[in-house]
């Protein structure tokens, strides 16, 4: 059974940083790709970026710069460091197994101006 198990999110000033953690288990962690995600309150969830297997990222243009993901394929984690939030940043934030129905819980994120 895959699960994913998001942690790390709180509430931070605007300028402040964070680091989510992605904890995968059911799946064969170092060959798959893995996404994060994010929906602010009334809002469709939308994509922040993408990590192949071999750590190659591709981000959404809103977050380049100031995003950046990591993967620990020995402890099956996906990271995504998040610096100079934005107020507009602020969104519950998903990891998602491509291509499958498999997402986790959600960690909120929420950044004061």
Request: charged residues 15%.
């Amino acid at each position: 059974q895959v699960q994913l198990v998001e942690s790390g999110g709180g509430l931070v000033q605007t300028g402040g940083s964070l680091r989510l953690s992605c904890v995968v288990s059911g799946t064969t962690f170092s060959t798959q790709s893995f996404g994060w995600y994010r929906q602010a309150p009334g809002k469709q969830r939308e994509l922040v970026g993408i990590i192949d297997s071999g750590g190659t990222v591709k981000y959404v243009d809103s977050v380049h710069g100031r995003f950046s993901f990591s993967r620990d394929n020995a402890q099956n984690v996906v990271y995504l460091q998040m610096n100079n939030l934005k107020p507009e940043d602020t969104a519950a934030y998903y990891c998602h197994l491509p291509n499958t129905p498999h997402w986790g819980q959600g960690t909120q994120v929420t950044v004061s101006s």
